[in-house]
């Protein structure tokens, strides 16, 4: 097996085993399994302090809910992921999936942008659904993560598309005589 192919082989088990991982992730996180530092969850950029722990089960069930609309577009990537390097895996590297595969990569790192913007208000208002009147908040955030994702997945569509250019170029110099 040759370097490529062993490589793209052991990131695709890891993206495998990303897929069912991080949901379960999320969820335990939200439903008091395990406890993860505010710092590593989307909710950050909320005015109030945030005790995941000291949250009403109904709260904490509702706001897992909101939290799964980015989840499901992550694992999305991770699927389109496992796809790209199983093609690489096989030594299939120009091929028209693959152009497609890492196309749909950089729309879903768009995506989560865009899910990012959905899913701040809802969760900021349900973690604070059980605040005293007024006391509830609405919180919309553009951060650098949301940059970055835009930023990076742009790039990666354009590369699909240079990608798909470069291979219509092969293949046409292939059908000239």
Not at 100 to 106: D, N, R
Not at 153 to 177: N, P
Request: aromatic share 10%.
């Amino acid at each position: 097996m040759s370097r490529i192919n062993l490589i793209s082989y052991r990131f695709g088990l890891l993206f495998k085993v990303l897929i069912f991982l991080y949901p379960l992730m999320v969820i335990a996180t939200w439903l008091g399994a395990i406890t993860i530092p505010l710092s590593y969850l989307s909710f950050v950029r909320l005015p109030v302090e945030v005790d995941i722990q000291s949250l009403r089960f109904m709260v904490r069930a509702l706001a897992c809910m909101v939290e799964m609309i980015p989840t499901l577009i992550v694992m999305m990537s991770f699927y389109y992921l496992i796809q790209l390097f199983t093609l690489y895996s096989k030594n299939n590297i120009f091929g028209i999936q693959n152009v497609l595969f890492i196309k749909k990569i950089g729309y879903t790192l768009i995506a989560q942008v865009a899910a990012s913007l959905v899913t701040q208000p809802l969760l900021s208002l349900v973690l604070t659904m059980d605040a005293p009147s007024g006391g509830h908040i609405i919180a919309v955030g553009f951060g650098s993560d949301e940059l970055s994702n835009m930023i990076i997945g742009g790039i990666v569509v354009l590369i699909s598309w240079i990608m798909e250019e470069g291979r219509k170029l092969e293949e046409d110099k292939e059908l000239t005589i």
